[in-house]
């Protein structure tokens, strides 16, 4: 005699993985934008630090400046030395990160 026995019941079946818990996604604090222009002066993996013409809206004046940029942000950009560029950027903390960066 064979016999089969079946589980009845609340939960999952041992077959069916399960759930992943849903991650809730933390936005992205998105301040105002300001732009300028300059030139790269060096590149350091996500680091780029520009000699750029300032933003007044930013209170960043005219000089040297490393900002950091994202993998969207640096795929299509020129990222060689001495590079004239046109740049967006917002304020990060302490620091700047770029939002846009494009040869001039």
């Given at each position: 005699?064979?016999?089969?026995?079946?589980?009845?019941?609340?939960?999952?079946?041992?077959?069916?993985p399960?759930?992943?818990?849903?991650t809730?996604?933390?936005?992205?604090?998105?301040?105002?934008?300001y732009d300028?222009?300059?030139v790269?002066?060096?590149?350091?993996?996500?680091?780029?630090?520009l000699?750029h013409?300032?933003?007044?809206?930013?209170g960043l004046v005219?000089?040297?400046?490393a900002f950091q940029g994202?993998?969207?942000?640096?795929?299509e950009?020129?990222?060689?030395?001495?590079?004239?560029?046109?740049?967006?950027f917002?304020?990060?903390?302490?620091?700047y990160?770029?939002?846009?960066?494009?040869?001039r």
């Amino acid at each position: 005699m064979i016999g089969v026995l079946a589980a009845c019941g609340p939960g999952q079946s041992a077959k069916t993985p399960p759930k992943p818990a849903e991650t809730a996604q933390t936005p992205v604090p998105a301040g105002p934008e300001y732009d300028s222009t300059g030139v790269i002066a060096a590149l350091e993996g996500q680091l780029v630090t520009l000699d750029h013409e300032g933003a007044s809206g930013a209170g960043l004046v005219a000089g040297r400046t490393a900002f950091q940029g994202y993998g969207d942000v640096l795929a299509e950009a020129p990222l060689t030395a001495g590079t004239r560029v046109a740049f967006k950027f917002r304020k990060a903390g302490a620091g700047y990160e770029l939002t846009e960066l494009k040869g001039r």
